[in-house]
């Protein structure tokens, strides 16, 4: 390479893209066009910088494997800020592929980075954890190892383990103040926050309290029975009865769990699970049904008993019932837990995040924006969805992938 070159790639590595445009801007050939790339993405002109990546990916010539691989390890990055998730993953496998089998250590090390942060978008997290563990992060650069230990932390957060978290957002800090690059402090300080905000309400005995993560941990662990509204499961240490594909249920379990230690009312267990608003005896006999199938899926956590007035909850070991719900609940309230992510966000990238469809997406994503909480930028296929960050509603018990003892 040129010094030119050299100086540019130097200016890129600092986070400084002006410096390294100045020198290649008016450059056409290969490692320009790719340093081009970089630069405009650094800026956040994502589209500019896909079309120049591509373009570097040809211009390099096939003898130039490891060249062409760090063009797509590259573009696979710019889709990945820009929620780009139907980018195609086995190109950066292979790309990564290409790195290792010619010892460029580092970039596949982030290749595999950016490969398991896509995979936790996605919830896929059993994959991301045994792609991270294939890579020791301690021998690389500053910059690669804020991107793997980012992925760790990731992981750790979804699984609620709150001390393994805390470690790798601190492994990543120390690294991101080492590469000294103001841009990627702010992604570490930013990504952290959710440790020290609340990410869960408790709701027990008629009161309501602001949890977070480390004492969602610890609610979780203690060995009560737990009403998951998050997840729509019930929990008892090690016990998952999923209630997920059974709205019914799980409804009359939460008013169930509400009211405990006393009974539910048949009136607010019809309203709750039916929407009833004058009930008849069609309604009384089909709340009947459903207890007798929530008594059946709760069998050994709980027994459910009929009073005079309604139905009560108890629980067979656990001395205490409670609800853990979202900081925020709304209708569409997993499309907001993605979008608050601060990230411009596609409709088809959250239909693939939320394994829905997306006419489904679609439609909720329109009438968040009839209602001002999302706004659209874009049209057509560059159409993206995003909102500004909503204090006290994080994404962490909303996002897919399983928690302990899932």
């Known amino acids: 390479m040129d010094s030119l070159i050299n ?54 010539s096939p003898k130039e494997a490891v060249a062409r691989a760090r063009c797509v390890v590259a573009e696979a990055e710019i889709a990945l800020v820009s929620r780009d998730l139907g980018w195609p993953e086995k190109a950066l496998r292979a790309a990564r592929a290409t790195l290792q089998s010619h010892g460029d250590r580092l970039n596949a090390a982030y290749a595999g980075s950016l490969e398991a942060r896509r995979l936790i978008l996605i919830g896929r997290l059993d994959e991301a954890e045994r792609l991270l563990a294939d890579f020791d992060p301690a021998p690389l650069p500053p910059v690669a190892r804020v991107a793997h230990e980012l992925a760790a932390a990731g992981i750790a957060v979804r699984r609620l383990r709150t001390k393994a978290a805390r470690s790798a957002f601190g492994r990543a800090s120390l690294a991101a103040y080492e590469a000294n690059i103001p841009a990627l402090k702010t992604e570490v300080e930013a990504a952290s926050l959710v440790l020290n905000t609340p990410v869960g309400r408790l709701i027990a005995r008629g009161a309501e309290k602001a949890l977070l993560l480390d004492e969602v941990e610890a609610l979780l662990g203690s060995g009560a029975l737990v009403i998951d509204a998050c997840r729509n499961v019930v929990r008892e240490a090690d016990a998952v009865v999923s209630l997920a594909t059974r709205p019914v249920l799980f409804a009359l379990a939460r008013a169930l769990a509400e009211a405990w230690p006393t009974d539910a009312s048949r009136e607010l267990l019809l309203k709750r699970a039916f929407r009833a608003r004058h009930a008849d ?64 966000w596609s409709s088809s990238a959250l239909a693939i995040a939320l394994g829905a469809s997306a006419r489904t997406v679609q439609r909720a994503l329109e009438q968040l924006s009839g209602e001002d909480k999302v706004q659209a930028v874009g049209r057509g296929r560059a159409r993206r969805w995003m909102m500004p960050p909503v204090t006290g509603f994080p994404t962490v018990l909303l996002l897919p992938g399983p928690l302990p003892t899932d």
């Open 281 to 344: 005896e069609s309604h009384r006999a089909r709340l009947r049904v459903e207890m007798g199938r929530l008594r059946a899926e709760l069998a050994g956590l709980a027994e459910i008993n009929a009073t005079s007035a309604g139905f009560e909850l108890a629980p067979l070991k656990a001395a205490e019932v409670v609800v853990l719900a979202p900081p925020v609940e709304e209708e569409h309230g997993a499309v907001l837990a993605f979008l608050t992510d601060g990230e411009a």
């Open 7 to 60: 100086a540019a790639g130097r200016a890129l590595a600092a986070g400084d893209p002006l410096g390294a445009l100045k020198r290649v801007a008016l450059r056409d050939d290969a490692p320009a066009l790719a340093l081009r790339g970089i630069a405009m993405a650094q800026l956040g002109d994502f589209a500019k910088a896909k079309a120049l990546l591509k373009d570097a990916a040809r211009a390099f």
